[in-house]
């Protein structure tokens, strides 16, 4: 059966403008509770398991002139929005917000929202258009009725601050654990190392290429997660652990592991890469301890906000890995993509008589 459409709401989707920032943070921060009149993505980013920490407030002050925003106004109020990512480099679209009130209208607003933000992608040549978010609340529904297609499922792990990080380590013990600062010559490795972590079909959509793992820094992150957008950081380092004897070619990786330490009202972020065979306890370790050693007592200090890891369920065992470094399960998301480009098959020459 096909799936019909709430009625048709009253009201207009137009761009946001800085005089509706009061109401935009107060929407906001209605969606993220539990009222059965508001909507969202469902993103474990605010609330009891991590405290203070708020979506809207950060994203706001660190909002890129490529990033857009659209409101739904109806009947003289504000009721939802849309807020996108836009990756120049690689034409993709995330969408990390989509908010909306009221018990009967919350998903047509949400469905017009989304429908506004493909037809700018369209306007302005996206190749693809991201989205993670909980399964509740018609979300994955809203999403595939849109056009968006299920391709993975993370869990999100959560080390709360009142657990000790540990002490950051020295240079002996990381050049005894092969673990270094990942540089661009590792891109042909580190591609490598994904492919050797991720099942074809989901690389094939995500579809990172050398370029993209040379571009390691505060305003890249490869590879993608459900908390990257919106989780924006100070700092962004990368490690690599080597495998023992570089492996075949001597420049295999065992693991990869990126780091992002934050200034804000916000948990710091790590995100793991392993080969399945590969123990990726040293590498979590030492990437805590790049956290210890930034938020430590001193002119930097920074605080702690605990620390967050958004781990595929195909990766495991490492879900295992960061729960004995004590990380708690918090959450479950599904991605979500669209692609505007149509992918062909490449060509191939057939013997003649050949049918």
Same mark, same amino acid.
């Given at each position: 059966?096909?799936?019909?459409?709430?009625?048709?709401?009253?009201?207009?989707?137009?761009?946001?403008?800085?005089?509706?920032l009061?109401?935009?943070?107060?929407?906001?921060r209605?969606c993220?509770?539990?009222?059965?009149?508001?909507?969202?993505?469902?993103?474990?980013?605010?609330?009891?398991?991590?405290g203070v920490?708020?979506?809207?407030?950060?994203?706001?002050?660190?909002?890129?002139?490529?990033?857009?925003?659209?409101?739904?106004?109806?009947?003289?109020?504000?009721?939802?929005?849309?807020?996108?990512?836009?990756?120049?480099?690689r034409?993709?679209?995330?969408?990390?917000?989509?908010?909306?009130?009221?018990?009967a209208?919350?998903?047509?607003?949400?469905?017009?929202?989304?429908?506004q933000?493909?037809?700018?992608?369209a306007?302005?040549?996206?190749a693809?258009?991201?989205?993670?978010?909980?399964?509740?609340?018609?979300?994955?529904?809203?999403?595939?009725?849109?056009g968006?297609?299920?391709?993975?499922?993370?869990?999100?792990?959560? +080390? @709360?601050?009142?657990?000790k990080?540990?002490?950051?380590? /020295?240079?002996? %013990?990381?050049?005894?654990? $092969?673990?270094?600062? !990942?540089?661009?010559?590792?891109?042909?490795?580190?591609?490598?190392?994904?492919?050797?972590?991720?099942?074809g079909?989901?690389?094939?959509?995500?579809?990172?290429?050398?370029?993209?793992?040379?571009?390691?820094?505060?305003?890249?992150?490869?590879?993608?997660?459900?908390?990257?957008?919106?989780?924006?950081?100070?700092?962004?380092?990368?490690?690599?652990?080597?495998?023992?004897?570089?492996?075949?070619?001597?420049?295999?990786?065992?693991?990869?592991?990126?780091?992002?330490?934050?200034?804000?009202?916000?948990?710091?972020?790590?995100?793991?890469?392993a080969?399945?065979?590969?123990?990726?306890?040293?590498?979590?370790?030492?990437?805590?301890?790049?956290?210890?050693?930034?938020?430590?007592?001193?002119?930097?200090? +920074? @605080?702690?906000?605990?620390?967050?890891?958004?781990?595929? /369920?195909?990766? %495991?065992?490492?879900?295992? $890995?960061?729960?004995? !470094?004590?990380?708690?399960?918090?959450?479950?998301?599904?991605?979500?993509?669209?692609?505007?480009?149509?992918?062909?098959?490449?060509?191939?020459?057939?013997?003649?008589?050949?049918?």
């Amino acid at each position: 059966m096909t799936a019909t459409r709430p009625p048709r709401t009253q009201g207009k989707v137009r761009a946001a403008r800085l005089t509706d920032l009061a109401a935009l943070g107060e929407l906001s921060r209605l969606c993220q509770s539990d009222d059965a009149a508001t909507r969202s993505l469902g993103l474990p980013v605010s609330g009891p398991p991590i405290g203070v920490f708020s979506l809207f407030r950060l994203p706001l002050g660190a909002f890129r002139p490529n990033d857009l925003m659209y409101v739904y106004e109806g009947g003289g109020r504000i009721a939802g929005l849309v807020r996108v990512e836009r990756e120049s480099i690689r034409d993709e679209w995330t969408i990390v917000e989509l908010d909306a009130v009221g018990i009967a209208d919350a998903g047509d607003i949400r469905y017009r929202l989304v429908q506004q933000i493909l037809r700018e992608g369209a306007k302005r040549g996206a190749a693809r258009f991201h989205v993670a978010c909980a399964d509740v609340d018609g979300n994955v529904e809203l999403l595939m009725q849109a056009g968006f297609m299920r391709y993975g499922e993370e869990r999100i792990l959560f +080390r @709360p601050a009142k657990s000790k990080l540990p002490a950051p380590w /020295t240079e002996d %013990a990381a050049d005894a654990a $092969r673990i270094r600062p !990942a540089q661009s010559i590792d891109a042909l490795a580190l591609h490598r190392l994904y492919l050797a972590a991720t099942p074809g079909p989901v690389a094939r959509l995500e579809a990172f290429r050398l370029p993209d793992w040379e571009r390691q820094g505060t305003h890249w992150r490869v590879p993608r997660s459900s908390l990257a957008p919106i989780l924006r950081f100070a700092d962004v380092e990368a490690y690599v652990q080597v495998a023992p004897g570089g492996g075949k070619d001597g420049t295999e990786l065992d693991a990869f592991v990126q780091v992002g330490v934050a200034k804000e009202d916000q948990p710091h972020y790590l995100k793991v890469v392993a080969r399945p065979e590969a123990d990726a306890e040293a590498i979590i370790g030492y990437g805590l301890g790049i956290i210890a050693a930034r938020t430590g007592k001193g002119r930097d200090h +920074r @605080p702690n906000h605990g620390v967050i890891s958004p781990v595929r /369920t195909y990766e %495991a065992p490492l879900d295992r $890995r960061l729960e004995e !470094a004590a990380f708690d399960s918090i959450a479950s998301v599904t991605l979500l993509m669209k692609e505007t480009l149509v992918r062909v098959a490449e060509p191939a020459l057939v013997p003649a008589g050949v049918r």
